[in-house]
DNA sequence: ATGGTTGTTGCACAA
């Protein structure tokens, strides 16, 4: 079973993009973030003539996060599990899919230390597990992927010394990751890859992407048993690259 | 050099 998930930074903008990288790389579940769609604008017709089901969770202008799924799609929750303080903004839907349980999350930025915000994302990473509690359980077939807006340590980042007292870098953020981890989640990337710097987003600004300065935000994140299934995983930076690209690569994994 | 770009029921704000 191969899952992808993707910041796409628009569907509208990326439809045609989004539909030649499924032709391509034929995944069977594909989580994608930042849709910026409402519900009733999702495409749902148009991933279904290419075989996917889909959940659409969305809002609009901003957020909204889906799930594609050609090997089944049940059971899905829009937003957190009944029982948690729910989300005002669009940014995680779960769904059963293949049999197992996945989540598309669009972690929210933070924006600087200081910021509402930023309190607003460590209390949503804090409620991401809790979700997760409730939802089901770490000896299961459990998956999230997406856009976590945290790096999840200094060999992530282009340049550390440029990112300190930076978001996507700060402790507390970090050690969210870590209590998502204590939970039962590997990050699988670093089940497959030991290299340091290898980024999922670029800064569209100053020729980022060209100069190599990113960032590795993008995680799929499995339980125990997932993690042992996979056998493959990759950052597709090629869909970084040409005309009207979104910031972020898709991050791609293979379970046996 | 605190620069730059992309997206949106845009004309400011989020990323």
């Not at 550390?160 to 969210?176: F, I, L, N, Q």
């Not at 039962?184 to 980022?208: I, K, L, N």
Request: proline share 5%; hydrophobic share 40%; glycine share 8%.
């Amino acid at each position: 079973m191969r899952v992808a998930t993707w910041n796409i930074n628009s569907l509208r903008a990326r439809q045609e993009r989004v539909e030649a990288w499924i032709d391509e790389v034929q995944p069977d579940v594909l989580l994608l973030q930042e849709t910026k769609l409402a519900d009733d604008a999702f495409p749902a017709l148009t991933f279904e003539a290419l075989g996917y089901a889909s959940a659409h969770h969305g809002q609009g202008q901003w957020n909204g996060v889906a799930i594609l799924s050609r090997v089944g799609l049940d059971d899905v929750v829009h937003n957190f599990a009944p029982g948690i303080e729910p989300d005002p903004d669009a940014r995680i839907v779960t769904a059963t899919c293949g049999g197992v349980r996945v989540s598309s999350v669009y972690v929210p930025n933070g924006r600087a230390l200081d910021d509402d915000h930023y309190v607003y994302k460590l209390d949503w990473l804090g409620r991401l597990v809790q979700h997760v509690e409730a939802d089901t359980s770490p000896d299961r077939d459990v998956l999230i992927g997406g856009d976590f807006n945290v790096a999840p340590e200094d060999r992530d980042v282009h340049d550390p010394t440029k990112t300190a007292g930076m978001t996507h870098v700060s402790e507390p953020e970090r050690t969210r990751l870590a209590e998502l981890e204590a939970w039962g989640f590997a990050d699988v990337f670093r089940q497959h890859h030991d290299a340091d710097r290898v980024f999922s987003w670029w800064d569209y600004r100053a020729g980022d992407f060209h100069q190599g300065r990113g960032m590795r935000i993008d995680l799929v994140m499995c339980s125990a048993s997932m993690a042992a299934r996979s056998n493959w995983c990759i950052i597709d930076r090629n869909a970084r690259k040409g005309k009207s690209p979104s910031d972020h690569a898709p991050v791609i994994v293979d379970f046996d």
